[in-house]
């Protein structure tokens, strides 16, 4: 990036938190605060700065015009110390990253960023389901993160102590490490015969929470469809399942039309075949319901993340904190752009268009962002400000001699 690039990137980010609301997390002065000026370099961070060298969050940034901006998750007793271990840990915040680029499903070489982003949306609201219902967390913050996915702040009392190992357990629980039949399967017994010397036991789905109820949710919508479709079409349905041929299939059928009531209870032995198929819907279930965080960020009780309300130095966004009951309707291609990016339009010269794929389609240069869908060609070029600002930050574009 050129200095005349950095120079109008660093005007415009002032002008815009010049016109910006901060508001700083929960006990911001006992937080450790770091920040990466629009330097040569790009990526040097300045950390271990506490509110006493920062001073006023909103002055701080007008002044500084920083790149990105970070706080930390834990709270300390002296978090401007150099040391980790100097600065007297009290407690950290349950912070969670979803990153579009590490989605499974997610290939970030031919996928846009508007599908990316829509499909971590839809892992966010997994997560939130298992932090809400599973846990009962009810102290969360949800934000865009300004570039590729979303960040969830849990800061109940519950977890503030937590150590790494406490955090990693809730991380394979949300990511659904360790989940098989035997996780999600209770054993419960039941009186024998009459003279038996021990009872027997049935296999129980609970569903009165955690996975077990996931499972059991997705087999009572299953039993539905498949005693709505007839009987072929179920079968077929059935058999597409690892294990189950036509014979298991109509053992199944059979099972479902005279066992409703118990299967609404949970008890799936009806009959080993429909054994089978509770074992597939585990895994079906685990693939679909996980949500993929990104591990380290979790449990990192010093870990530093972005401050809601700051701009995102690779893209011009902003770091959007989002209601729960507005995050269905949330764009964030277009939410999180400035107001103050959207008055005017820029000169660029466009450096590198080959680079912005996956922003865009790569063979007609398309870019979908402010609410609009925008043609990009290399070379220089008028473009609204906040399409402009998003190819500089990106490093595709410099701004243009005027």
């Known amino acids: 990036m050129e200095e005349r690039t950095r120079a109008y990137l660093r005007g415009r980010f002032r002008d815009c938190y010049r016109h910006a609301t901060i508001t700083p997390p929960p006990d911001p002065r006992h937080r450790e605060w770091g920040y990466i000026p629009f330097s040569p370099s790009g990526t ?29 998750a834990g709270y300390y007793d002296d978090p401007g110390a150099e040391q980790m271990d100097a600065k007297g840990w009290r407690g950290s915040d349950l912070v969670f990253d979803l990153d579009a680029d590490h989605l499974p499903a997610v290939d970030p070489d031919t996928t846009t960023l508007a599908d990316m982003l829509a499909a971590c949306k839809d892992a966010l609201i997994r997560l939130l389901d298992f932090l809400e219902t599973d846990f009962g967390f009810e102290d969360i913050t949800i934000t865009f993160s300004g570039g590729r996915g979303y960040h969830v702040h849990v800061r109940d009392d519950s977890i503030q102590q937590l150590d790494r190992d406490g955090r990693r357990e809730i991380v394979e629980y949300v990511r659904g490490i360790e989940v098989d039949f035997d996780h999600v399967v209770a054993t419960q017994s039941v009186a024998g015969p009459a003279g038996r010397q021990s009872p027997a036991e049935k296999r129980l789905l609970t569903g009165e929470g955690g996975w077990s109820r996931r499972v059991h949710n997705r087999l009572l919508a299953l039993v539905e469809d498949l005693l709505a479709a007839d009987r072929e079409q179920a079968i077929e349905t059935l058999t597409a399942y690892d294990g189950i041929g036509t014979g298991k299939a109509e053992a199944i059928l059979t ?63 902003r770091v959007t904190r989002i209601e729960r009951d507005e995050l269905d309707a949330f764009d964030p291609l277009d939410d999180a752009v400035p107001e103050t990016f959207r008055e005017a339009e ?54 243009d001699r005027e």
């Open 255 to 317: 099972a479902l039309e005279n066992n409703q009531t118990a299967i609404r209870r949970g008890n799936i032995d009806l009959h080993p075949a429909f054994v089978s198929l509770v074992r597939g819907l585990v895994a079906e279930t685990r693939d679909a319901e996980r949500a993929p965080i990104d591990e380290p960020v979790t449990t990192d009780t010093h870990r530093l993340i972005r401050l809601p309300g700051s701009l995102h130095g690779g893209s011009g966004l």
């Open 44 to 72: 040097t961070m300045v950390r271990h700065q506490s509110t006493l060298e920062l001073g006023d969050i909103e002055t701080f940034l007008q002044r500084e015009r920083p790149r990105h901006v970070y706080f930390s």
């Open 346 to 399: 820029i000169a660029v010269d466009v450096t590198d268009l080959s680079g912005l794929p996956p922003v865009d389609d790569p063979t007609t240069g398309q870019v979908e962002l402010g609410g609009g869908t925008f043609t990009v060609t290399d070379g220089n070029d008028l473009y609204p400000e906040f399409l402009g600002i998003f190819l500089m930050t990106r490093g595709r574009a410099e701004k």
